[in-house]
């Protein structure tokens, strides 16, 4: 008797527990504790209400991020509509400047379009950026300050100085 109670033993140990239900059942109560525990802290300090939000009214001071200033400042200068597909455009053009490229030459050096509207789209998306960036900003300059308006337009700020 104290030999199979022993070879049990030895089994289970070699073989160990099964995963299903044993180990699963633990963690799904575990599962259940922390999610009591996080709901009973969500009734009893819930987070305040503020004024709701208006899906058509950016807050001041609100950027979105580097990869995007420049397409949010495009749509400062011209009318959302114009905006929005003038950028579908551009991406569509991108798209295809391969294939409206027909010169010969495999050399990329030597594709003077392709060299050409690349050049151009850096350039604008660099001046978009940079213009996003400083818009409504106050920035110091060669120790004048310049407040930069919606459109990034420099405003020198007089100091007023009391004697």
Avoid: C
């Amino acid at each position: 008797m104290e030999k199979e109670i022993e070879k049990r033993v030895t089994e289970e140990i070699e073989e160990g527990k099964p995963f299903f239900p044993n180990h699963f059942l633990k963690e799904v109560m575990v599962a259940f504790l922390l999610f009591g525990f996080i709901l009973t802290l969500a009734v009893f300090f819930p987070f305040p209400f503020h004024e709701k939000a208006n899906p058509f009214q950016t807050p001041e001071g609100i950027k979105p991020e580097w990869y995007f200033l420049a397409g949010y400042q495009l749509l400062k200068y011209v009318p959302k509509v114009v905006g929005i597909l003038g950028i579908g455009v551009l991406l569509i053009i991108l798209f295809l400047v391969p294939f409206l490229e027909r010169s010969p030459e495999r050399q990329p050096s030597k594709r003077k379009f392709a060299w050409s509207i690349g050049i151009v789209v850096i350039f604008f998306a660099l001046l978009f950026t940079i213009l996003g960036y400083l818009s409504e900003s106050t920035k110091t300059i060669l120790g004048k300050k310049y407040h930069f308006d919606l459109k990034g337009e420099p405003h020198k700020i007089e100091e007023t100085k009391n004697k």
